[in-house]
């Protein structure tokens, strides 16, 4: 039985066993309703004439949790939407209902019908065609539906079918708007200059890491016809190349307007944070020094194209659903164009071809902006650097106003990618989507011609088969932002909810902030504490754990994020940030104890399936001597006798079974992953000679795994053979003593350097249970201004932004 009858089954209201376990997704097609009733307000005289009706769209509901909805068809009582609603369902089902909401301006979303259907549909992995369901004119609980009153005239037309997590054998994600591409090339690349690693093989060999920054400035060198670039921020005096020092490199900015005058097609697409602005008698570099009005200086009256734009995003919509507060509403309301940002970190550039004269297209795609304190490579230096490669490139973000004579520096970790071939051209729509959207005047339709002959036709431009990677690129965008954008595509969720079920063994994560799934918070309730951070990513993960632990599988989850985000940890946002993080990590651990307890193995501990790193670094030696008159801030004379400091994790990637790559600009946060927040890029590469398949399900030993491998020398300065197997509890145990020497030498009162790299056991104490607390009460020498690990809540207007 897929749909529940109402008048039948009320005794057990469709519900399934509470050992029915369910991993899958719903694929719901809302086609239209008919003989709505009319609930819209008539207030007479002139609203009369109007004849207003019912504003109706389709609200799915799974387990009383608001899940995705229909568009709003306004002024309709026979709405036609034919619309395709994901809906994911993971644990019990109890019950999945369809509510026909009407979408009132002045009232909020009023009720005006539903159905439901049933759970024990998914024991059949059944599907049904197009088919008319009767309404229900009562909202009540779905084991009392036989009370409310049936219509005789209103239905819901949709179509369904259900995929199971344990069929997700395609590394192709299907809820995306773009799809994978066959014919690709990928290089990988963490930080943005490389020095020599202890020695990782793959099948193939010798891994051979990436030299980011070196090969972005050659691209830009060669290129004959085109550069496109997208980013939060750019640096017009930025150099790409520092070494040897002996050289005068040249800048980002002369080289741009260099190639420009050599006929290069340059536009530059970047965001315009609204509160930075230069009125010539007076400027402001904005609360995130982005250099946007900068740049534009710069490169005025050149041949150089930038635009400066801001982010529009309808975010603020979204975050008042279910939100009563009048505050949170004002301050959502005042952030629509303030608060959001263009997050995206592409280039295009055009490049010589292994063969012919005509030129290819490669796109780079990641989380590094070409902009100051981004320049940094795996040793993650505090002071040696300051005079040498980071000179004139001081970054220093988490003690603010500190003398950069005498550091120490903020170190920056990121990943990056390099694609060829026909993931290239998506990226290339990407830019020119936005380009048209937000460009405005004459400007908007001068883009390169790709119908020029020196460039390889797009039919043409893939790259051998002995090297060919599949590569799919999602977004977070809305239409604000994009052309052939009908409202809000969120395929960086999508793809996260994709890989994150179909992975078998293990999955490797780095990422800048780490919150989410708000609705399993134990803080959380709809009406009086709804927290905008709702989407899925942390559940995901947790419960792809519990899945494991309740089959009596090996599963292990490595997430490495900052020991704090950048700024003061003791301030406001920060201190917000940090708590909704805490309450993440809670839920999380909570639903990996109580799976432990109820299925087991005895004796196993949460961290043997779900580890939290941070990476920070010291360097023993003797505090410089200050010349008399110079004033250090007591903070930085203490970072000085301490030497130490975290190495900011800025990374936005996830690594699945050693066999799939997910790398781009979005984070695990609501902001990135809301599709109507920031706008966002990712592309997921696999690379075709060493998938799980062809492997007989044993993890892959291809690029992949190296460049993982290379990641984990690195972070724990060496290679062992037991990291090939990162799933095995013995290899997360290893790991797990590895971080917890690192953090032991990281607080320890003797400066000394860490013993196996840099990668440090997070400064959480999880219990047996789950239960999660606090290591240290606050960061090492933020004690004094009392920067909780925990965080505090934030005040209700923060809580857009910060989430």
């Given at each position: 039985?897929?749909?529940?009858?109402?008048?039948?089954?009320?005794?057990?209201?469709?519900?399934?066993?509470?050992?029915?376990?369910?991993?899958?997704?719903?694929?719901?097609?809302?086609?239209?309703?008919?003989?709505?009733?009319?609930?819209?307000?008539?207030?007479?005289?002139?609203?009369?004439?109007?004849?207003?009706?019912?504003?109706?769209?389709?609200?799915?509901?799974?387990?009383?949790?608001?899940?995705?909805?229909?568009?709003?068809?306004?002024?309709?009582?026979?709405?036609?939407?034919?619309?395709?609603?994901?809906?994911?369902?993971?644990?019990?089902?109890?019950?999945?209902?369809?509510?026909?909401?009407?979408?009132?301006?002045?009232?909020?979303?009023?009720?005006?019908?539903?159905?439901?259907?049933?759970?024990?549909?998914?024991?059949?992995?059944?599907?049904?065609?197009?088919?008319?369901?009767?309404?229900?004119?009562?909202?009540?609980?779905?084991?009392?539906?036989?009370?409310?009153?049936?219509?005789?005239?209103?239905?819901?037309?949709?179509?369904?079918?259900?995929?199971?997590?344990?069929e997700l054998t395609s590394t192709e994600c299907p809820y995306s708007a773009y799809p994978q591409r066959a014919g690709c090339g990928v290089r990988l690349y963490h930080d943005a200059h490389m020095i020599k690693l202890p020695d990782v093989y793959t099948a193939a060999g010798l891994y051979q890491a990436g030299d980011l920054w070196n090969d972005i400035y050659d691209s830009f060198a060669n290129a004959q016809k085109v550069i496109y670039i997208t980013g939060w921020s750019i640096w017009p005096e930025l150099k790409?190349?520092?070494?040897?020092?002996?050289?005068?490199?040249?800048?980002?900015?002369?080289?741009?307007?260099?190639?420009?005058?050599?006929?290069?097609?340059?536009?530059?697409?970047?965001?315009?944070?609204?509160?930075?602005?230069?009125?010539?008698?007076?400027?402001?570099?904005?609360?995130?020094?982005?250099?946007?009005?900068?740049?534009?200086?710069?490169?005025?009256?050149?041949?150089?194209?930038?635009?400066?734009?801001?982010?529009?995003?309808?975010?603020?919509?979204?975050?008042?659903?279910?939100?009563?507060?009048?505050?949170?509403?004002?301050?959502?309301?005042?952030?629509?164009?303030?608060?959001?940002?263009?997050?995206?970190?592409?280039?295009?550039?055009?490049?010589?071809?292994?063969?012919?004269?005509?030129?290819?297209?490669?796109?780079?795609?990641?989380?590094?902006?070409?902009?100051?304190?981004?320049?940094?490579?795996?040793?993650?230096?505090?002071?040696?650097?300051?005079?040498?490669?980071?000179?004139?490139?001081?970054?220093?973000?988490?003690?603010?106003?500190?003398?950069?004579?005498?550091?120490?520096?903020?170190?920056?970790?990121?990943?990056?990618?390099?694609?060829?071939?026909?993931?290239?051209?998506?990226?290339?729509?990407?830019?020119?989507?936005?380009?048209?959207?937000?460009?405005?005047?004459?400007?908007?339709?001068?883009?390169?011609?790709?119908?020029?002959?020196?460039?390889?036709?797009?039919?043409?431009?893939?790259?051998?088969?002995?090297?060919?990677?599949?590569?799919?690129?999602?977004?977070?965008?809305?239409?604000?932002?994009?052309?052939?954008?009908?409202?809000?595509?969120?395929?960086?969720?999508?793809?996260?909810?994709?890989?994150?079920?179909?992975?078998?063994?293990?999955?490797?994560?780095?990422?800048?902030?780490?919150?989410?799934?708000?609705?399993?918070?134990?803080?959380?309730?709809?009406?009086?504490?709804?927290?905008?951070?709702?989407?899925?990513?942390?559940?995901?993960?947790?419960?792809?754990?519990?899945?494991?632990?309740?089959?009596?599988?090996?599963?292990?989850?490595?997430?490495?994020?900052?020991?704090?985000?950048?700024?003061?940890?003791?301030?406001?946002?920060?201190?917000?940030?940090?708590?909704?993080?805490?309450?993440?990590?809670?839920?999380?651990?909570?639903?990996?104890?109580?799976?432990?307890?109820?299925?087991?193995?005895?004796?196993?501990?949460?961290?043997?399936?779900?580890?939290?790193?941070?990476?920070?670094?010291?360097?023993?030696?003797?505090?410089?001597?200050?010349?008399?008159?110079?004033?250090?801030?007591?903070?930085?004379?203490?970072?000085?006798?301490?030497?130490?400091?975290?190495?900011?994790?800025?990374?936005?990637?996830?690594?699945?079974?050693?066999?799939?790559?997910?790398?781009?600009?979005?984070?695990?946060?609501?902001?990135?992953?809301?599709?109507?927040?920031?706008?966002?890029?990712?592309?997921?590469?696999?690379?075709?000679?060493?998938?799980?398949?062809?492997?007989?399900?044993?993890?892959?030993?291809?690029?992949?795994?190296?460049?993982?491998?290379?990641?984990?020398?690195?972070?724990?300065?060496?290679?062992?053979?037991?990291?090939?197997?990162?799933?095995?509890?013995?290899?997360?145990?290893?790991?797990?003593?590895?971080?917890?020497?690192?953090?032991?030498?990281?607080?320890?009162?003797?400066?000394?350097?860490?013993?196996?790299?840099?990668?440090?056991?997070?400064?959480?104490?999880?219990?047996?249970?789950?239960?999660?607390?606090?290591a240290v009460e606050y960061f090492p020498d933020l004690e004094d201004v009392k920067a909780y690990v925990l965080g505090t809540r934030c005040p209700v207007a923060l809580e857009l932004m910060t989430t």
């Amino acid at each position: 039985i897929f749909f529940r009858n109402m008048g039948q089954h009320h005794s057990t209201g469709g519900s399934i066993p509470t050992d029915n376990f369910i991993s899958g997704t719903l694929i719901l097609t809302i086609h239209a309703a008919c003989d709505l009733p009319n609930t819209a307000i008539h207030c007479g005289g002139f609203c009369e004439s109007l004849q207003d009706k019912t504003d109706p769209y389709v609200r799915v509901m799974v387990n009383g949790k608001k899940g995705p909805r229909t568009r709003t068809i306004p002024n309709d009582l026979n709405p036609q939407w034919e619309e395709k609603l994901i809906v994911h369902l993971l644990g019990e089902v109890k019950s999945i209902d369809l509510q026909i909401k009407d979408d009132n301006a002045m009232q909020g979303a009023g009720f005006v019908a539903m159905t439901s259907l049933t759970p024990e549909f998914f024991a059949n992995h059944d599907k049904i065609s197009k088919m008319w369901l009767p309404l229900y004119m009562q909202k009540v609980a779905a084991d009392d539906m036989v009370k409310s009153a049936e219509s005789d005239t209103a239905k819901l037309s949709i179509s369904a079918k259900f995929k199971p997590s344990d069929e997700l054998t395609s590394t192709e994600c299907p809820y995306s708007a773009y799809p994978q591409r066959a014919g690709c090339g990928v290089r990988l690349y963490h930080d943005a200059h490389m020095i020599k690693l202890p020695d990782v093989y793959t099948a193939a060999g010798l891994y051979q890491a990436g030299d980011l920054w070196n090969d972005i400035y050659d691209s830009f060198a060669n290129a004959q016809k085109v550069i496109y670039i997208t980013g939060w921020s750019i640096w017009p005096e930025l150099k790409l190349k520092r070494l040897p020092l002996e050289e005068d490199h040249e800048t980002l900015g002369e080289l741009l307007v260099r190639k420009a005058n050599e006929g290069v097609c340059v536009r530059l697409l970047i965001w315009d944070d609204a509160t930075s602005f230069d009125l010539g008698f007076y400027k402001s570099d904005g609360l995130m020094a982005t250099h946007d009005e900068e740049s534009v200086k710069y490169f005025k009256d050149t041949k150089v194209m930038i635009e400066i734009v801001p982010c529009s995003s309808a975010g603020f919509r979204h975050n008042l659903d279910g939100v009563t507060s009048i505050t949170s509403k004002l301050a959502a309301n005042l952030g629509e164009s303030a608060n959001f940002t263009h997050h995206q970190k592409t280039i295009v550039v055009d490049e010589a071809a292994e063969y012919g004269e005509a030129q290819k297209v490669v796109a780079y795609v990641g989380g590094l902006d070409i902009c100051d304190g981004r320049y940094d490579n795996p040793d993650h230096p505090l002071f040696p650097t300051l005079d040498t490669e980071h000179k004139g490139d001081y970054h220093q973000c988490c003690i603010l106003g500190t003398d950069e004579k005498y550091g120490p520096r903020e170190p920056w970790h990121d990943i990056h990618s390099k694609v060829e071939g026909p993931g290239a051209r998506d990226v290339i729509h990407n830019f020119e989507m936005r380009w048209k959207r937000q460009v405005r005047g004459a400007r908007r339709n001068q883009l390169f011609n790709w119908s020029d002959p020196a460039i390889l036709p797009a039919a043409d431009d893939v790259v051998p088969a002995n090297r060919s990677w599949s590569v799919q690129m999602f977004r977070s965008i809305d239409y604000r932002s994009a052309i052939q954008v009908l409202d809000v595509e969120k395929g960086c969720e999508e793809a996260y909810i994709y890989h994150i079920r179909r992975a078998q063994k293990f999955i490797y994560m780095e990422n800048q902030y780490f919150l989410g799934s708000s609705t399993h918070w134990a803080i959380f309730d709809d009406k009086k504490n709804n927290i905008p951070c709702k989407h899925r990513v942390p559940y995901e993960i947790a419960m792809r754990i519990v899945r494991a632990i309740r089959d009596g599988q090996r599963f292990m989850v490595y997430i490495v994020i900052p020991m704090y985000s950048e700024g003061e940890a003791h301030t406001g946002v920060l201190q917000g940030i940090l708590f909704w993080q805490s309450q993440t990590v809670k839920m999380m651990y909570a639903l990996v104890g109580k799976a432990i307890e109820e299925h087991g193995p005895k004796g196993a501990h949460p961290t043997d399936y779900l580890l939290f790193c941070c990476p920070g670094k010291r360097e023993p030696g003797d505090p410089p001597e200050i010349p008399e008159g110079v004033t250090l801030l007591p903070k930085q004379e203490l970072l000085l006798k301490t030497r130490r400091h975290q190495i900011y994790v800025h990374s936005k990637m996830a690594l699945f079974d050693d066999e799939l790559v997910l790398i781009g600009s979005c984070n695990i946060n609501q902001r990135s992953m809301d599709g109507a927040r920031d706008t966002e890029i990712a592309v997921a590469c696999v690379e075709d000679a060493h998938t799980m398949e062809k492997t007989g399900g044993n993890l892959p030993q291809g690029q992949v795994s190296g460049f993982r491998l290379s990641l984990w020398a690195e972070h724990l300065g060496t290679f062992e053979h037991i990291f090939k197997a990162p799933h095995t509890l013995q290899c997360a145990q290893r790991v797990r003593a590895m971080a917890e020497a690192n953090w032991a030498a990281f607080v320890a009162d003797e400066c000394q350097a860490l013993p196996h790299g840099h990668l440090m056991k997070y400064p959480y104490r999880v219990d047996a249970q789950g239960g999660v607390t606090a290591a240290v009460e606050y960061f090492p020498d933020l004690e004094d201004v009392k920067a909780y690990v925990l965080g505090t809540r934030c005040p209700v207007a923060l809580e857009l932004m910060t989430t």
